[in-house]
């Protein structure tokens, strides 16, 4: 993946001087690359669940995070996402590059409200151009099972935005850790859950968006574990 990164970064440079369709080209052979790599090397395949709940045009869509994996595959499954992501990864060569070139969108932690309200605009002027923005809600890396909050910038986003909120839930880290080299075969499931209308206060939103996200990544890494420890006792 990081090889490749590398290599593509180089080869693909010229695509930073023309539109982001170039960009975006280049970015699908990459991904082509490094997903097929990690089926040959690793045994790792991906399976998208609920696509009929997938949102089209403008849209939040709030994901579960476990892994680097969904960070690369919003790439593939949505049509043209922006993703929410911290300052310091558009500071990395060639990620960053192309990151931007791509108009992501890129939050300093450290900024505080003048934060807030950056991503805020950038975000209603990206679902305006009819792309879905993608936030991961609990800030971080959070390995199957473990609890972590879920940060109210995901709320700011819902109510500025005023779009439908589509959940998503995950089971990445069993397959592809959030840390370590370590990559275990079999499948990763992304599953789209049914889309929250605009309109909720700011309570109620943040508890759907929990109790929907973490109800369904649960039960996807419980069906896992049970299956493995059904197949180990075999």
Known sequence: MYGLMAVMGVVCAPSLLGPRSWTRACMQVYLDLVFGGLKLLCGI????????????GGALVASKHQSMFETLAFWRILDDPAIILKKELVWLPFFGWYAMKLRNISVDRAAGGTAMRKMLRQARERAEEGRQVVIFPQGTRVDPGAAESYKP????????MKVKCAPVALN??????????????????????????????????????????ETASDALVERETDAQRAADAA
Not at 45 to 56: A, F, S
Not at 153 to 160: C, E, I, T
Not at 172 to 200: K, N, Q
């Open 45 to 56: 395949r991906y399976e998208v669940r609920g696509r009929e709940h997938i949102p089209h």
């Open 153 to 160: 910038g995901v709320a700011g986003l819902y109510a500025a």
């Open 172 to 213: 990445s880290g069993l397959h592809w850790p959030g840390h370590g080299f370590i990559r275990r075969p079999g499948t990763i499931v992304v599953e789209f859950l049914p889309a929250i209308e605009p309109g909720l206060s700011r309570d109620a939103f943040m508890s759907e968006l929990e109790t929907r996200i």
